[in-house]
């Protein structure tokens, strides 16, 4: 029967869309290329494979399998993820059609939806982008004046004390006001212009990485992965040293945390084309792909929806301000930043537009 198969089905190997063809126990009985090359595997290693253990979400594909068979109707999954060993799950959208062949009832399609799930979650960010920045500069403006006169009252009331162990006090108040006031600085700053120039990354990676081994010389190890065919990009060179470094100080702080145990680590500085990319909207014919990648504890659970939102910040003592900088900052050069995080395995990816 396997060497009849590339006759009977000739006409799937032909297509793009990857194809693969089930009995009724949901076993693989027939993958054509586009499922090969999709997939990373050969048909000898997929035919005879049970299709829901190929996939992270097992249970809810093989209920769908079954409904599709019960009601001979097309049932689409748009969230299943593909297990890759030693790779990131591969999330695809599968078409389940019911089919009129012996022994073989069901055929399934598989499309990978990455590039999909990304343009959602950048619609969702330049959505919220707005509001937060007009949040932030409201906000900023109505603190800064009650701030100044607490900062003067405090200041005309040190003149008046006569006993100098209760000045300690007002200088206390007066600290706080000025630190206060160097946060609502940081946030106001990013909406200066852009000084655009022609910037070679590498030079900024260099840079970065002098600043991080010079500020954490012990129990941090920053490596170079870099692709020296990518074209300068035109941008701020002071924007761009200040959003990479934050990424890569946030990684070496998370490495020498308490979560990870003190013991330090190593951080891989990468650097990629990427062609034929949507980026804010946006075709491009190229793009930057810069990868900052640390083998630390992870971003925490809880803030992983909002750690580019000011003042959310997963380490104790943070301002919460480095990583909304950072998304300020890309996005001022028409890019976008995204991270995926795991214990033991954390990339920030800045995607900016060279043509």
Not at 147 to 161: H, I, N, P
Not at 298 to 310: H, K
Request: hydrophobic fraction near 40%; charge should be negative; proline fraction near 6%.
């Amino acid at each position: 029967m396997a060497e009849a198969q590339p006759a009977a089905y000739r006409g799937l190997e032909l297509l793009a869309t990857a194809i693969v063809i089930l009995d009724g126990g949901y076993i693989v009985r027939y993958t054509n290329p586009a499922a090969e090359n999709l997939l990373g595997a050969g048909a000898r290693a997929l035919v005879g494979q049970p299709f829901p253990a190929l996939f992270s979400d097992s249970a809810a594909l093989e209920g769908m399998l079954a409904e599709a068979l019960a009601v001979h109707w097309s049932y689409r999954a748009q969230t299943v993820s593909y297990e890759r060993p030693g790779r990131e799950p591969l999330p695809l959208s599968c078409l389940v059609t019911p089919i009129d062949v012996p022994g073989m009832p069901l055929l399934a399609e598989l499309r990978p939806i990455q590039e999909q799930l990304r343009l959602e979650r950048e619609e969702r960010l330049l959505d919220q982008q707005e509001t937060t920045r007009e949040l932030l500069r409201n906000l900023a403006h109505e603190i800064k004046n009650p701030l100044g006169g607490l900062r003067g009252s405090a200041q005309l009331l040190e003149r008046e004390l006569d006993r100098p162990e209760l000045r300690e006090y007002t200088q206390v108040i007066i600290k706080e006001a000025d630190r206060l006031q160097v946060l609502l600085d940081r946030l106001l700053t990013p909406s200066r212009a852009v000084q655009l120039a022609a910037v070679n990354i590498h030079e900024v990676l260099e840079r970065v990485r002098s600043l991080v081994q010079a500020e954490f010389p012990h129990g941090i190890s920053v490596m170079r992965n870099y692709d020296p065919s990518v074209p300068d990009l035109v941008g701020d060179i002071e924007q761009l040293i200040q959003a990479v470094l934050n990424v890569v100080r946030n990684a070496a702080q998370a490495l020498l945390s308490g979560a990870n145990g003190g013991r330090g680590g190593s951080i891989v500085l990468r650097t990629r084309s990427a062609r034929q990319v949507t980026i804010a909207r946006q075709r491009h014919k190229l793009a930057l792909e810069l990868h900052v990648i640390d083998d630390g504890p992870g971003v925490p659970e809880e803030i992983r929806d909002r750690v580019f939102n000011p003042l959310v910040s997963g380490r104790e003592g943070g301002s919460g301000i480095g990583l909304a900088l950072v998304r300020t900052y890309v996005q001022n050069h028409g890019g976008i930043v995204e991270f995926d995080s795991r214990p033991g395995r954390t990339i920030f990816t800045l995607l900016l537009p060279l043509a």
